[in-house]
Nanobody, 126 residues
Framework: VQLVESGGGLVQTGGSLRLSCAAS????????MGWYRQAPGKERELVAA???????YYADSVKGRFTISRDNTKNTLYLQMNSLKPEDTAMYYC?????????????????????WGQGTQVTVSS
């Protein structure tokens, strides 16, 4: 499985970026996908994820600002990031989940990731 991220860069506070993740070596549509990030000196955190049924998960810190989507015809995962803040500065990683996660009522919780991309840097200047 190969995951290649793109779209990172330097942006001012309040700006937008769209990350893309091109997947190969896998049947893209049958796996949940997501985005993690890691800021300097901090642990990696799950930012957003999308299931094969298009259920989504967002970290509280990005709800209302970030949107995850997938195009199974292009084997590509996206993360639209709006209203960016300096605290969004991090390396962003695309991940592939082999598990299905947990469904409860209308909520989906992603499983642990199985495959990682190399990452793309996002820097938000104040």
């Amino acid at each position: 499985v190969q995951l290649v991220e793109s779209g990172g860069g330097l942006v001012q506070t309040g700006g937008s970026l769209r990350l893309s993740c091109a997947a190969s070596g896998t049947i893209f549509g049958i796996n949940a996908m997501g985005w993690y990030r890691q800021a300097p000196g901090k642990e990696r955190e799950l930012v957003a994820a999308i299931s094969i049924t298009y259920k989504t998960y967002y970290a509280d810190s990005v709800k209302g600002r970030f949107t995850i989507s997938r195009d199974n015809t292009k084997n590509t995962l996206y993360l639209q990031m709006n209203s960016l803040k300096p605290e969004d500065t991090a390396m962003y990683y695309c991940v592939d989940f082999r598990g299905s996660g947990t469904y409860y009522s209308d909520t989906w919780s992603p499983p642990a990731p199985d495959y990682w991309g190399q990452g793309t840097q996002v820097t938000v200047s104040s």
